[in-house]
């Protein structure tokens, strides 16, 4: 069932303020519990509950019988026992043909949500992470199938994370199969997109992407997290010179390593100015001026940094709470994409990635020319796109 909480002010929907808490009580000596689970699941919004979902998570090698313990449960986890089960627990035909891997179930039902969150984008996002956490790539997630205002947010998200019709009442997503994840990262992506945009209200029709042009990318957190990001690939780089010597880099996630293969071959003094790129846009970061790459060089160690800033983003969520402690917050905090989008006046370096474009660096200056493309080879890359702009030559290195 899907319906409206008790009301409280409409407020902007900021999908940055929203947080899942999962509440589950399981009993050591229940014997039953160890097949059939139910999970209560709330969204909160800064402290405040705005929304609440179960979650019946069925595994079928640990129930006695899971068509009856999923009927005691009622709900749609009990239509979903008796459309996919016997009575004796075992799969029917259709289940069986219906889905690649037809071993557990994970019923999603019973929501209830407040405005201004109660949007089908949000209501995804939510069955999404509840999908991540309470299952894998061997469950049939249930979902129900109505055009009914009760439950109708639910089977909106469904369709927009690729669930497929089973019957009049029930819609399954097979998370064995890509579709799914892919749907999945595509409700993710435009969820943190949307958490962008602070108080503006992303799921109106009024709000205009336009509203975005003209911003800082170069937030305050923005920029503290670059500089981190550029100061490790800087420390790294400078391990790597003394280790690597004039040796041929190789294919890896090294620093050198992980650059194009037209570069694997260069020597120390190459690599110690690709160091020191690093450190000039770290630099850069931290006296407040516009990270602006001025060479070859330095778009490539804008581009990795940005690319280490993203993967911290993702992957260290402490660090970055300590990074961006005590600075303001702002909407466009942490938004890779628009850095990728607005630091650089062409991405034409990515090219030299291309195995496909083996070559290009050292083609003819007047093909560069008709191209718009400067400075490709690795020997060109140290050399300043605008001579006003160069860096000071006396700057000196990092005494290793």
Known sequence: MTDQMTSSPVRAADPSTLSLEFGHVHRLADSAAEGVQA???????GGETVARVRAVRGQYWKAHNVHARLTDEQGLAAVAAEQLFDTEGQFLPAYEE????PLSVLVVDDLHIEAPWDDP???????SSIIDRLS???YAVILPRTSEEAGALLTEAGVLLAAEPFSDELLIIDTSLAAPEEAAQRVSARLRSHAHYGGSDPWTEEWDEDDEEGEEVLTARTRALLHLALKELADEAWKEVSTLGDQPAQR?????GSMPRVTWRQDTSWRRQMARAFEDLAADCT???????????EEMALHLGIARAHDLTLNRPRLVADTVAGLPEERGDLDWDACSSDLFEDHDVLMLFDD?????????GDVHQALGMVNLAPLDWFTAFYPDRARDPDRGFRQQ
Do not use: C
């Not at 006296?287 to 070859?296: C, F, I, K, L």
């Not at 496909?356 to 050292?362: A, F, K, V």
């Open 39 to 45: 999970w209560q699941i709330s969204l909160t919004s």
């Open 98 to 101: 219906f889905v690649d891997l």
């Open 121 to 127: 984008w949000i209501v995804a996002a939510m069955v």
């Open 136 to 138: 894998d790539n061997q």
């Open 252 to 256: 890896s996630s090294s620093v050198f």
């Open 287 to 297: 006296a407040g001026a516009a990270v602006e790459p001025r060479s070859t060089g």
């Open 356 to 364: 496909s474009l083996d070559g290009i660096e050292d083609a003819e």
